[in-house]
């Protein structure tokens, strides 16, 4: 008894398993995993996390590994159990599809016991050519219990739609996992004239111009860059321009036009004594360890305009340039304010200055194994969409009678849709005065 209780409980764990329940709350979870890694800045250092955002998310960053979540236990973990439920979801319905395919082939008595959608019509001399008239063009003609009857079948390959979904389903998911596991992605950033190297590669883009095209009410209109892609020996592999919407191809690598932002030249000097000089890019920080200062460019207005205590840019061109500074000492924010380019700022014996803004382009690197194969699984999908919805399977039956013979018609789904064509196919035979 003991060891039936026991089968029993786990067969209702296995059931649960594969369930479509358990497979809605699987997808959730990675879904909201997923989206918190598109939130959260991805593979950074631990002290990036520390100084933007508060200990309790940094603690909840650091359990739920939310800084790498591609690579993550949890990101894997999910992945594999989300695999594992569509596919004995998938392998549960095979079966079913498999019998009501066979059985749907040939002429089954409940067919005519249930005698769903009778419907009356004229008799027919050929009642093959009424049926092909009807949409069956596959017949069997037979006896039974004395009476002449002729069957039909179409669209039987709609039983596996909802197999076929669950399949494509699972392909997209594993591909998706694969591409983001196994796949490699990275971004690089700079001015005309830069070698912008594709990190744990042997390729570098050599950025030899960036534009950007204004509409006449100075909207963007489209990010160009013109890169040189090459291989470690310098050999130049692919030249040409990236866009929005229009990426570089190479050696199963794709170079994406991602973004831009405002770079300047920063100068900083301790007791009249230069100690740093590098670039300093947009929403960027500036760490000055030894003071305990840090520096945040936080914004860059080109065409510089105040108006009722707000800050504008009149236009996107460099006609009276200034930037947004915060600094932070100890942690802590101590002064904000705008400066202009090569205007001197201080701050407890500390000077910087900014010069020579210029426009960065930001180019996103991507090649994913798995894009193929969620392409597929995706086509795979649509086609059960279709099946499961747009290609229903229908029987008929035809049962010779002396003055009226009886149609009888069944359906899985829409059976009022499946009753009305019949009615209007019979009313069109009917029309044409019952002659096949």
């Not at 989300?82 to 498999?98: E, K, Q, Y």
């Not at 591909?175 to 950033?189: M, S």
């Not at 929403?283 to 945040?296: D, P």
Request: hydrophobic share 40%.
């Amino acid at each position: 008894m003991r060891d039936k209780g026991k089968g029993k409980q786990k067969g209702r764990i296995l059931r649960f398993l594969s369930s479509m329940k358990f497979g809605m709350i699987l997808l959730a979870l990675l879904a909201l995993y997923s989206t918190l890694g598109t939130l959260l800045p991805q593979g950074n250092l631990p002290g990036f996390y520390k100084e933007n955002y508060s200990e309790t998310i940094v603690r909840f960053i650091e359990v739920f590994q939310l800084d790498d979540v591609y690579h993550s236990i949890y990101f894997i973990m999910l992945t594999i159990l989300l695999s594992m439920n569509l596919f004995f979801c998938s392998i549960r319905r095979l079966p079913s599809a498999i019998r009501q395919f066979r059985r749907s082939e040939k002429f089954e008595p409940d067919l005519l016991k249930k005698k769903t959608m009778e419907m009356k019509t004229a008799p027919s001399k050929e009642p093959a050519m009424l049926l092909t008239k009807l949409g069956f063009k596959k017949t069997e003609q037979m006896i039974f219990e004395e009476k002449k009857i002729w069957y039909g079948a179409r669209r039987r390959a709609g039983y596996f739609g909802s197999f076929i979904v669950h399949l494509g389903l699972l392909m997209v998911i594993v591909a998706f996992a694969a591409g983001k596991i196994l796949g490699y992605e990275t971004y690089v950033r700079g001015i005309p004239g830069d070698e912008l190297f594709m990190e744990d590669t042997e390729y570098h883009l050599d950025l030899r111009d960036f534009d950007i095209q204004y509409r006449s009410d100075y909207s963007i209109h489209q990010y160009i860059s013109t890169v040189d892609y090459k291989n470690k020996d310098g050999e130049i592999l692919e030249s040409g321009e990236i866009s929005v919407n229009d990426p570089m191809r190479v050696k199963g690598y794709k170079v994406y036009q991602s973004g831009t932002g405002w770079m300047i030249n920063i100068i900083v000097d301790k007791e009249n004594e230069e100690i740093r000089r590098e670039r300093f890019y947009q929403s960027g920080i500036l760490f000055l360890e030894e003071e305990n200062l840090a520096i945040e460019f936080r914004n860059f207005y080109p065409d510089f305009l105040l108006s009722d205590g707000k800050i504008y840019t009149r236009t996107p061109f460099l006609n009276n340039p200034r930037y947004l500074f915060t600094l932070y000492e100890n942690g802590e924010s101590v002064y904000m304010n705008v400066a202009s380019m090569g205007e001197t700022v201080t701050y407890k014996g500390i000077s910087f200055q900014a010069f020579e803004p210029r426009l960065y382009t930001v180019l996103q690197v991507v090649k994913d194994p798995g894009a193929i194969f969620a392409g597929i699984g995706g086509a795979m999908m649509l086609l059960g969409l279709l099946l499961t919805f747009y290609y229903v399977p229908q029987q008929i039956l035809l049962e010779e009678q002396e003055k009226e013979w009886v149609l009888y018609g069944d359906t899985p789904k829409s059976r009022e849709a499946f009753r009305l064509h019949l009615e209007e196919k019979l009313e069109e035979h009917k029309t044409e005065g019952g002659k096949s």
